[in-house]
């Protein structure tokens, strides 16, 4: 069983930033992808921002050119660096681990909360 922990999550200013950390207990070479969903209070989870093994990235429109994600040096880490919040990001931001044989775990999440 993969244990997925999220950290990093707080209150901030629109325009403030947040950082976000996820680690996996999964052995490094299984790992797949990683991502970060989100999830609003009376709306779906959705996509933010996902990383292959390889470094490849990919951003939901909403986020893109404010959000950054990226594998620290062990590779079961991920970030999400936050930039220029806006009140509409508020809500529970969860790690997302795929490994090759594509099940995925997910964490707990942690609470982003954005005031105008």
């Known amino acids: 069983q993969v244990q997925v922990v999220e950290s990093g999550g707080g209150l901030v200013q629109a325009g403030g930033s947040l950082r976000l950390s996820c680690v996996a207990s999964?052995?490094?070479?299984?790992?797949?992808?990683m991502a970060w969903y989100r999830q609003a209070p009376g709306k779906q989870r959705e996509l933010v921002a996902t990383i292959t093994s390889g470094g490849s990235t990919n951003y939901a429109e909403s986020v893109k050119g404010r959000f950054t994600i990226s594998r620290g040096n062990a590779k079961n880490t991920v970030y999400l660096q936050m930039n220029s919040l806006k009140p509409e990001d508020t809500g529970v931001y969860y790690c997302n681990v795929r490994v090759l044989t594509a099940a995925d775990y997910w964490g707990r999440g942690t609470q982003v909360t954005v005031s105008s």
């Open positions: 999964e052995r490094i070479f299984s790992i797949n992808t």
